[in-house]
């Protein structure tokens, strides 16, 4: 249930629905014991079932698969050997952890898209190899780190957030440079704004994250939606309100400024009225910006709230900021962060376009927009580690007695890790291990991942890895209980290996004084004003100037509201901050 405190909350339409459902006759007790063998015959029942309602895919998902996943194995042999067309996922495969929703949910989305995840890397290999590239395809993952391609087309539940997870490590890259101590990435494009909390350079990361309506528990960078994109259009409800997405235009045929056929008012529409765009061509010269049309499109919603063009353009961005304002608040308030201590690091293609009024709002320390930020995402998966989680339920209680077990679970998960990096990824340089368990006190629902040191497990040190627990408990909740018994659900192991990264030249001195290209009006908080229009091409380190100002580039424009001041580092980023800071 989405909001079991909401009477009108309803849960998704499921994915895979009761028809398309099949039992078979096994039981594995939650021991791992098996209490009733694997029947075949209930198998083939199941594939003749599939192939009557067209069945391309199976997700064999069994009850307690997690501790012991010989019958899913045996179930996907009679598949494979009776019914080799119909692809198929085991859940133990995909994340084997203890609670059958969430394994068997996040099986059924990666189930969903496999077919067409495969199909779409063995196009980009075939491409590779005609091409003559000499190299191995990459991918990055949820995670934030990377595996082969290879291994993405048949473990695509690791790539499900993949994207917005480069983003984030891109950013968590900036913020290392820069020497900003906690931060806040914004990636905006044209759909969607996306946030996540980065601290001494390293994203957070969690489980439960969000595709649609579902949830997926799978290691992820924990990344935030939190309101509108560049190309969310503007509209009034049946009560005359005005309203800003989630409906967008996409790229095609895009804000009606593209003059691609879009007959519908955005936030980048929006932008063009208030003259902060259309002084250049977008996506190095791809888009060549038609004002007339976005002033068609805004002035009739204008028209219709009895405002003129520049007011109701700039309703619409105070509309999408507050709905951002609003998510932000509540994102902050959970991780227990101060917004007034973040550093906003920009970037997408519509980012640098609206970070300083959502700074503004937030009163935010600084703004920080990367030389190009319309790719951070690839430069994130460029200098992303060849990274991968290995996880085993154990459900047991925190004690001397245990920690046998405890050591041979390591060691073995250990292995597994090892077997991955370098058979399937074939990656022979340095790796790192980092353990950690699912911890929690008796009789809670939900556990803390508890980073552990290696040197606890090996020595059975049950007291250090109690008291990081209760630490962390702390921390999270703002209260432990140090003589309550502890339970270890769960034990990871995550394992990392560093391939070589770019390194990036600083960016020379500046010589002289930064020179616009033009000035124009821009119309800003309910006056109009002049704006410096500056070449981000033009700039040099140490340069600085203040706002208003519109900086172009070939991947995005970065607006500059009154009262902020900019400045060049030595790395080529844009350093904004307000006036009195």
């Known amino acids: 249930m989405p909001d079991p405190y909401n009477l009108f909350s309803s849960r998704p339409e499921p994915l895979i629905t009761r028809d398309k459902v099949f039992g078979i ?8 014991t098996v209490d009733v063998p694997l029947d075949p015959e209930s198998v083939r029942s199941a594939i003749e079932g599939i192939r009557v309602v067209g069945g391309e895919a199976v997700v064999i998902a069994l009850l307690h698969a997690y501790r012991n996943p010989e019958h899913e194995r045996w179930a996907a042999e009679i598949f494979r050997k009776d019914a080799e067309d119909i692809d198929v996922i085991l859940a133990s495969d995909v994340w084997p952890v203890i609670r059958e929703y969430e394994r068997t949910v996040t099986a059924a989305v990666a189930g969903y898209v496999q077919p067409r995840v495969s199909y779409y890397l063995g196009s980009l290999q075939d491409a590779l190899r005609n091409a003559g590239a000499g190299c191995e395809a990459m991918i990055t993952k949820s995670n934030g780190g990377v595996m082969t391609a290879e291994l993405g087309k048949k473990d695509c539940a690791q790539i499900l957030l993949s994207g917005t997870a480069s983003g984030v490590i891109g950013a968590a890259s900036i913020a290392r440079q820069v020497g900003a101590g906690a931060a806040m990435s914004l990636d905006i494009g044209g759909t969607s704004a996306d946030v996540a909390i980065i601290e001494s350079g390293v994203p957070r990361y969690g489980v439960g994250e969000m595709i649609g309506e579902f949830p997926i528990y799978i290691p992820t960078v924990s990344v935030t939606s939190i309101g509108e994109g560049g190309g969310s259009i503007a509209w009034i409800d049946e009560l005359g309100v005005l309203k800003v997405g989630p409906v967008s235009a996409g790229s095609d045929p895009g804000p009606a400024c593209y003059g691609r056929g879009g007959n519908n008012p955005t936030i980048t529409d929006a932008l063009v009225v208030l003259g902060f765009l259309g002084r250049a061509a977008l996506g190095y010269s791809a888009v060549a910006m038609r004002p007339d049309l976005a002033w068609a499109e805004i002035g009739r919603i204008g028209d219709r709230l009895s405002m003129t063009p520049e007011d ?22 959970r991780h227990g962060v101060d917004p007034r201590e973040l550093s906003l690091i920009a970037f997408g293609g519509a980012g640098p376009m609206l970070a300083c009024w959502l700074a503004r709002e937030l009163a935010m320390k600084e703004v920080i927009v990367p030389q190009v930020p319309g790719v951070l995402s690839a430069f994130g998966g460029l200098i992303a580690d060849v990274k991968n989680d290995f996880i085993q339920t154990v459900y047991l209680d925190l004690e001397e007695k245990t920690v046998d077990a405890m050591r041979d679970s390591f060691g073995m998960l250990a292995r597994r890790a090892m077997k991955w990096i370098r058979d399937e990824q074939g990656f022979d340089d340095t790796v790192a291990m980092f353990p950690s368990a699912d911890m929690r006190y008796r009789g809670q629902s939900f556990e803390i991942d508890t980073p552990l040191e290696a040197l606890w497990i090996e020595e059975g040190d049950v007291k250090a890895m109690a008291a990081a627990f209760h630490k962390l408990h702390e921390q999270v909740y703002e209260h432990s209980d140090p003589a309550a018994e502890v339970q270890v659900i769960n034990l990871r192991m995550v394992i990392t290996g560093k391939p070589p990264k770019p390194a990036f030249a600083p960016l020379p001195e500046s010589d002289g004084a930064l020179l616009p290209r033009e000035t124009v009006s821009v119309f800003l908080d309910g006056s109009i004003n002049d704006a410096f229009v500056l070449a981000r091409s033009d700039m040099k380190a140490s340069h600085s100037f203040d706002g208003p100002a519109i900086v172009t580039q070939d991947d995005c424009t970065t607006c500059i509201l009154d009262g902020f001041k900019a400045e060049v580092d030595g790395f080529g980023n844009l350093i904004i901050r307000p006036g009195d800071v």
């Open 25 to 32: 006759t096994e039981r594995i007790l939650v021991d791992g």
């Open 312 to 333: 109701a353009a700039e309703s619409i961005i105070r509309i999408a900021i507050s709905g951002m304002y609003l998510e932000v608040s509540k994102l902050v308030s």
